[in-house]
């Protein structure tokens, strides 16, 4: 089943922040970040594994609410380069089935 | 280095013409994934492969096949493409178990004539 995104879509100007959500009905044991920009392949962003779990790069991260089947991701003081569609991803306990939710899409502006 | 390589880029096919991509790892990762992306929408998984457990979604239409001949490759047969067909397939591996990440390959354009 796929997890579910908020919101479907932020712009923002260039040094502003946002919060993308994730969740799920079903029990999580990892969740996946992936951005995505047009016409190319995902990339890989962070995973997070444990309930609890808060995880960063640059500006990008992460958080994982276990217990409440949910996730956040972080982008603070947004840059250009961070426009791009972003993606959770949720996986069974092998991490065999991961499924996306269906995208949050990030515009920054100058 | 590219880990994970689909051929073609992009493939033109006519309707109901039997076509085949290909997707191939360098990195000997067990689990091997088959999306299907439509434009704006999030990648929609059709079956993955646990070394050669094969495991189809539902709700993958039957006109989708897959082969997977050994750890390093793996084939998405489209058996009858209809127009509702055209998208972009991705093709992705990660290793067994939660923690790891899922590589994906830079994907086949398909359209559909």
């Known amino acids: 089943q796929q997890p579910v995104q908020s919101p479907q879509a932020v712009i923002l100007r260039e040094g502003e922040d946002a919060v993308i959500n994730c969740s799920s009905s079903k029990a999580l044991y990892s969740v996946h970040w992936y951005r995505q920009k047009h016409g190319e392949a995902p990339v890989f962003l962070m995973i997070?594994?444990?309930?609890?779990e808060q995880k960063g790069h640059d500006k990008i991260s992460a958080s994982f609410n276990e217990k409440k089947q949910q996730s956040s991701l972080y982008l603070t003081a947004s840059q250009l380069s961070y426009s791009g569609t972003y993606f959770c991803g949720t996986g069974g306990h092998n991490n065999n089935d991961m499924r996306f939710g269906a995208g949050t899409r990030l515009t920054v502006k100058p | 280095d590219a880990m994970v390589i689909q051929n073609p880029r992009y493939q033109v096919t006519q309707f109901g013409k039997p076509v085949t991509l290909s997707c191939s790892q360098t990195?000997?990762?067990?689990?091997m994934y088959w999306y299907q992306q439509k434009s704006s929408q999030a990648p929609k998984l059709l079956f993955h492969y646990y070394d050669k457990d094969f495991n189809n979604e539902a709700d993958t239409p039957d006109n989708f096949q897959s082969r997977r001949p050994n750890t390093s490759f793996c084939f998405l047969d489209i058996r009858s493409p209809g127009l509702g067909d055209a998208a972009m397939y991705l093709c992705?591996?990660?290793?067994?178990?939660?923690?790891?990440?899922?590589?994906f390959g830079q994907g086949t354009r398909l359209t559909v004539v």
């Open positions: 992705a591996t990660s290793r067994v178990g939660s923690g790891t990440e899922a590589f």
């Open positions: 997070l594994l444990k309930g609890g």
């Open positions: 990195l000997n990762h067990n689990v």
